[in-house]
Nanobody, 120 residues
Framework: QVQLVESGGGLVQPGGSLRLSCAASGSMLRINSMGWYRQAPGKQRELVATITSGGSTNYVDFVKGRFTISRDNAQNTLYLQMNSLTPEDTAVYYC??????????????WGQGTQVTVSS
C-alpha cells in the first residue's frame, strides 16, 4: 500500500502565495507520474499540473505562469508552488501519483486533500 500525506494548504489573501507538499511512502519500486488536481465546491475535480519521473511538466491554462510543480525523487515528495492566487483558486487540492508497486503492477493513489482558501 502507498500513503500520500499532503500539507501546506490554508487561508491566504488574493495575490498571496502558498506551497503545497505531498509526501509518498509505502510499497513502491518507482513513482512514475505525479500530479495536482483541485475540486471547488459544487464543481468536478480538475487537473492542475503534472510532472513525469524525468521532470517534464504540464499545466492547465488557468495556472500557467502562476503555479510551479516540482518533485524531489529522493524524498518521494511532490510540490506545488502557487503564486498570485485569486479567489477562483479556492478549492481542495489533491495530489495523485502513479506508482509501480512491483514488476508489472502499476496503481494510482490519491492524497487526502488540503484546503486552499483565497479570500480577503
Amino acid at each position: 500500500q502507498v500513503q500520500l500525506v499532503e500539507s501546506g494548504g490554508g487561508l491566504v489573501q488574493p495575490g498571496g502565495s502558498l506551497r503545497l507538499s505531498c509526501a509518498a511512502s509505502g510499497s513502491m519500486l518507482r513513482i512514475n507520474s505525479m500530479g495536482w488536481y483541485r475540486q471547488a465546491p459544487g464543481k468536478q475535480r480538475e487537473l492542475v499540473a503534472t510532472i513525469t519521473s524525468g521532470g517534464s511538466t504540464n499545466y492547465v491554462d488557468f495556472v500557467k505562469g502562476r503555479f510551479t510543480i516540482s518533485r524531489d525523487n529522493a524524498q518521494n515528495t511532490l510540490y506545488l508552488q502557487m503564486n498570485s492566487l485569486t479567489p477562483e483558486d479556492t478549492a481542495v487540492y489533491y495530489c495523485n501519483v502513479e506508482v509501480r508497486n512491483r514488476p508489472g503492477v502499476v496503481n494510482g493513489y490519491w492524497g487526502q486533500g488540503t484546503q486552499v482558501t483565497v479570500s480577503s
